[in-house]
């Protein structure tokens, strides 16, 4: 690890408040590649290094949960020459890292409309959730084909599906009981959403989860994301000051 790194992590643990949740809007692939006068999909490979910075630095220092936006909804309206470069990664990087993930205790989760993933994709998909299945030291939920309105959506459904079966009462819907049916239900909402590349917005992602998150863009693009990028966003999280609507005590 580099010396900034160390003494980053350090700081971080003599502080002791770190997030639980960290949520991360990967952005930036493209325009890293245009830098270097390559196409986009050189972007996207070059981002694959920095997914493994962020689940290494999330172990290191002891966050419980990442929660990473790799394919929007949206970005199915891309070229589809970018739309397969970005799937076969996906494969790639399950071939890639399924092992390692296990081995360290990451168990993965992937969200969103899968149903519009090609066979192949799919099938990764299921392997990687299989296979870290026991992992117990970090939740990585990746989002995929994800949108947050639609997941609201879809939690909307499932409370009226429960109410016209018989099982709910319309009195008893409340927070809680929308929370259970969102694809987050078994964690807590994320503490800190991180966005790189500067843009300042949320794209969709995570609608009802990040109410009361801390939010902090970094202007370094995507590709070039490691882990003192994770560990300064870290130590900016714990100099905020969390209300809740509350006064300062
Ligand atoms: C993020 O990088 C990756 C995905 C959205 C899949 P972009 O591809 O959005 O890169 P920019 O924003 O065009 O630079
Ligand atoms: C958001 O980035 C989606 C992901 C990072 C997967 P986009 O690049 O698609 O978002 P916009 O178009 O800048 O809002
Ligand atoms: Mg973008």
Redesign the pocket.
């Known amino acids: 690890m580099a010396d900034t790194e160390s003494e980053l992590l350090a700081r971080i643990r003599v502080h002791g408040a770190v997030p639980r949740h960290i949520a991360i809007i990967?952005?930036?692939?493209?325009?890293?590649a245009?830098a270097r006068r390559m196409p986009?999909p050189f972007?996207?490979r070059a981002?694959m290094k920095a997914v493994r910075a962020a689940v290494e630095g999330c172990l290191q220092a002891g966050v419980e949960w990442l929660s990473l936006f790799?394919?929007?909804q949206e970005?199915w309206q891309r070229p589809e020459n970018e739309v397969s470069a970005?799937m076969l990664l996906l494969e790639e990087y399950i071939a890639r890292e399924a092992a390692e993930l296990r081995a360290q205790g990451v168990c993965v989760r992937v969200h969103g409309d899968l149903a519009r993933l090609s066979p192949a994709a799919a099938s990764a998909v299921d392997r990687v959730v299989r296979e870290t299945a026991g992992g117990s030291r970090l939740g990585l939920n990746l989002f995929i084909s994800y949108g947050g309105r639609a997941e609201v959506v879809r939690a909307a459904r499932s409370l009226a599906q429960a109410v016209r079966d018989g099982t709910l009462e319309v009195e008893a819907i409340d927070e809680a009981a929308f929370a259970s049916r969102l694809y987050t239900a078994e964690c807590p909402d994320p503490d800190l959403l991180i966005r790189t590349?500067g843009?300042q917005r949320l794209s969709n992602f995570l609608l009802w989860q990040v109410a009361y998150a801390e939010l902090h863009i970094s202007p370094v693009?995507?590709p070039d994301f490691d882990r003192a990028v994770l560990y300064e966003a870290i130590s900016d999280f714990q100099r905020r000051d969390r209300r809740f609507g509350k006064v300062s005590t």
């Open positions: 990967m952005d930036g692939n493209g325009r890293w245009r986009r972007g996207h981002g790799a394919f929007s970005n970005l590349s843009e693009l995507w």
